[in-house]
């Protein structure tokens, strides 16, 4: 079946340093999604893309679709204290199911 | 609007016990789902829906059901407890359409089997 791996499992970081997830599928998508958990909570949308090479941003936080649609990259510049948490991946088909990655979790040191 | 919401928050069960974990939005979407999500680990679809009267099975389904009576409600039933569904289980809707399918997830509930 479909699967969604993501990398690294666990980043650890200093407050002002870049971090980047990444995230990879099994078969091409039709779209992938980005959701963050903070620590005890449950995922919250962060953002969408559909298109092949896409590539968009919101704020600090840099999102990209692959040309095949089968990876995807979510970066963060100057990590804040605020972005604690861990990063899903979830790649979609066209079936409106999700298969999330294992999911990245971001640690910063103020 | 409420969103997502889901009840209990936090339940303690013995092995073959019986229990229906709730989960209702008031959004009006079409699309429920739900997750399970092991510590550490990403969220395995369980069960979803598409419509009331419409269910269909994830990757993980083995030890729970589902009924979808209502656009509104979507409850999960675990029938005989096991201490490997000792898990955090989130439900989530979504309204298909316009090429954006975000999923809302609710707050969780955490289930411990003994």
């Known amino acids: 079946g479909q699967q969604v791996m993501q990398i690294p499992q666990y980043q650890h970081v200093q407050e002002g340093e870049d971090f980047t997830t990444y995230c990879n599928s099994s078969?091409?998508?039709?779209?992938i999604q980005w959701y963050k958990q903070r620590p005890g909570g449950h995922p919250v949308f962060l953002i969408q893309?559909?298109?092949?090479?896409e590539v968009k941003k919101q704020k600090r936080l840099t999102f990209q679709f692959g040309e095949a649609k089968k990876n995807s990259s979510l970066h963060i510049t100057a990590t804040q204290t605020t972005d604690v948490g861990t990063y899903f991946c979830?790649?979609?088909?066209?079936?409106?199911?999700?298969?999330f990655g294992s999911g990245t979790r971001l640690l910063v040191r103020p | 609007n409420a969103g997502v919401t889901q009840t209990p928050k936090f339940r303690i069960l013995k092995i073959g016990q019986s229990m229906t974990l709730q989960c209702t939005q008031d959004?009006?979407?079409?699309?429920m789902y739900w997750y399970r999500q092991d510590p550490g680990m990403g969220l395995k679809l369980i069960y979803y829906?598409?419509?009331?009267?419409?269910?269909d099975k994830g990757e993980v389904p083995n030890g729970y059901n589902v009924s979808r009576s209502t656009t509104e409600d979507f409850p999960l039933r675990l029938e005989l407890a096991a201490p490997s569904q000792t898990s955090v289980y989130f439900c989530?809707?979504?309204?298909?359409?316009?090429?954006?399918?975000?999923?809302?997830f609710g707050p969780g509930t955490r289930l411990l089997v003994l």
């Open positions: 989530a809707s979504s309204y298909p359409g316009q090429g954006l399918e975000t999923q809302y």
């Open positions: 829906s598409v419509g009331a009267g419409i269910t």
């Open positions: 959004m009006n979407h079409n699309y």
């Open positions: 078969t091409t998508l039709s779209n």
């Open positions: 979830a790649g979609g088909d066209s079936s409106y199911k999700l298969i």
């Open positions: 893309l559909v298109k092949s090479g």
